[in-house]
């Protein structure tokens, strides 16, 4: 991933944040986007070079006129090792496993989310599933570039492993049989949610400890993915706050 473009305001701004992401920033001369100059700012500060560019070159380079007058080639982006996410996990913790889930707008969302819920991390499957991509930094507004994401060339193996470490695993499904809100949380929660259409995959499901759902009014079936996480991972950092 070599030489990625990212850009807008809230982007290019949580990379600037995180230091020694940019290489290199590109601003067009003529934005009057709110927010330009707290990203001139940042520049500066963490020391990072940047062009001023006509507003059709920076058109060219992010392939689209959506981007706020800012763009940033960054560093290719890097996957955390499970066992250096586990060794920075705190007592409580909570992990997110996105089964197969598809759309960058819905991942990315999760994943800002996720990091609001105070996760430690998010394991993304190698297969069947989106991978780390400037599309996911957009979606979760940079986020994504804070929040440690574990590469699983097999998510039920990890599941296993991550259970042997003494983690419990639940999975999210709209028919499972454990209601959300009656739910104890242990101290190590594996949350999973499975893929936007077809749900949790049947090898995946047989490893968790507990499958939970949400219990819904007004005869709905099933919620958008990115919100039935967020009530979930917020629902658990509660109890984990106590």
């Not at 070599?2 to 949580?14: F, K, L, M, P």
């Not at 920033?25 to 100059?37: N, P, T, V, W």
Request: one cysteine or more; a neutral charge.
């Amino acid at each position: 991933m070599a030489g990625t473009i990212i850009h807008g305001i809230n982007a290019v701004s949580e990379a600037l944040l995180q230091g020694g992401v940019v290489n290199r920033l590109y601003l067009a001369r003529e934005s009057r986007a709110h927010g330009y100059q707290k990203v001139v700012d940042l520049a500066r500060e963490h020391q990072v070079p940047f062009d001023f560019v006509p507003q059709a070159k920076l058109n060219e380079l992010t392939g689209t006129q959506e981007h706020q007058g800012v763009a940033a080639s960054i560093s290719p982006m890097q996957y955390t090792a499970l066992e250096d996410c586990l060794a920075a996990c705190p007592p409580k913790a909570i992990l997110l496993a996105l089964d197969q889930v598809q759309h960058p707008k819905n991942i990315g969302m999760i994943i800002r989310t996720a990091a609001g819920a105070g996760v430690s991390g998010v394991l993304l499957p190698a297969r069947g599933g989106m991978l780390l991509d400037e599309s996911l930094i957009r979606a979760s507004a940079g986020v994504l570039l804070r929040m440690p994401i574990v590469l699983a060339p097999n998510l039920s193996r990890d599941l296993e492993i991550l259970k042997k470490d003494g983690w419990w695993i639940f999975a999210l499904d709209a028919h499972g049989a454990q209601p959300l809100y009656t739910t104890t949380w242990p101290d190590r929660v594996v949350l999973v949610v499975g893929n936007e259409t077809k749900g949790l995959r049947p090898g995946v499901r047989k490893v968790c400890d507990t499958v939970v759902a949400i219990p819904l009014a007004n005869a709905l079936d099933s919620l958008n993915v990115s919100v039935a996480a967020g009530i979930a991972l917020f629902h658990i950092a509660e109890q984990h706050a106590r």
